[in-house]
Protein backbone atom coordinates (compact mmCIF):
# COMPACT_ATOMS: atom_id res chain seq x y z
CA UNK A 1 0.00 0.00 0.00
CA UNK A 2 2.71 2.19 0.98
CA UNK A 3 4.70 1.78 -2.04
CA UNK A 4 2.02 2.56 -4.39
CA UNK A 5 1.01 5.60 -2.51
CA UNK A 6 5.00 6.71 -2.99
CA UNK A 7 5.26 5.52 -6.50
CA UNK A 8 1.58 8.41 -6.69
CA UNK A 9 3.33 10.97 -4.88
CA UNK A 10 6.53 10.55 -6.86
CA UNK A 11 4.73 10.81 -10.08
CA UNK A 12 3.26 14.00 -8.82
CA UNK A 13 6.41 15.41 -8.22
CA UNK A 14 7.72 15.10 -11.33
CA UNK A 15 4.96 17.18 -12.56
CA UNK A 16 5.58 19.65 -9.93
CA UNK A 17 9.16 20.17 -11.22
CA UNK A 18 8.02 20.13 -15.11
CA UNK A 19 5.44 22.78 -13.85
CA UNK A 20 7.85 25.05 -12.22
CA UNK A 21 10.66 24.76 -14.93
CA UNK A 22 8.19 26.06 -17.36
CA UNK A 23 7.27 29.05 -15.29
CA UNK A 24 10.97 29.21 -14.84
CA UNK A 25 11.52 29.71 -18.46
CA UNK A 26 8.48 31.75 -18.73
CA UNK A 27 9.96 34.60 -15.98
CA UNK A 28 13.57 33.59 -18.20
CA UNK A 29 11.71 34.71 -21.59
CA UNK A 30 11.11 38.35 -19.73
CA UNK A 31 10.53 40.96 -22.06
CA UNK A 32 8.30 39.05 -24.62
CA UNK A 33 6.05 38.06 -21.96
CA UNK A 34 6.03 41.44 -19.91
CA UNK A 35 2.06 42.13 -20.08
CA UNK A 36 1.81 38.35 -18.82
CA UNK A 37 4.30 38.24 -16.03
CA UNK A 38 2.83 42.08 -15.00
CA UNK A 39 -0.78 40.19 -14.54
CA UNK A 40 0.65 36.86 -12.98
CA UNK A 41 2.73 36.67 -10.20
CA UNK A 42 5.10 34.28 -11.65
CA UNK A 43 7.97 34.77 -8.34
CA UNK A 44 4.81 33.95 -5.97
CA UNK A 45 3.78 30.45 -8.58
CA UNK A 46 7.31 29.37 -8.53
CA UNK A 47 7.93 29.97 -5.29
CA UNK A 48 4.70 27.53 -4.49
CA UNK A 49 5.43 25.24 -6.75
CA UNK A 50 9.07 25.22 -5.12
CA UNK A 51 7.60 24.67 -1.84
CA UNK A 52 5.15 21.80 -2.81
CA UNK A 53 8.42 19.79 -4.41
CA UNK A 54 10.00 20.35 -0.53
CA UNK A 55 6.97 18.65 1.24
CA UNK A 56 6.53 15.92 -1.49
CA UNK A 57 9.98 15.33 -1.06
CA UNK A 58 10.07 15.21 2.84
CA UNK A 59 6.69 12.45 2.59
CA UNK A 60 8.12 10.52 0.21
CA UNK A 61 11.48 10.14 2.16
CA UNK A 62 9.03 9.38 5.51
CA UNK A 63 7.82 6.27 3.51
CA UNK A 64 10.75 5.03 2.37
Same mark, same amino acid.
Given at each position: ?11 IRGEKI ?23 ? &? #??? $? @? ?7 ? &? #??? $? @?RLS
Amino acid at each position: MNDDFRLKLIKIRGEKIAHRNELLAMKMQGGSTKAVSEAID &L #DGM $I @AREQLAIDN &L #DDT $I @ARLS
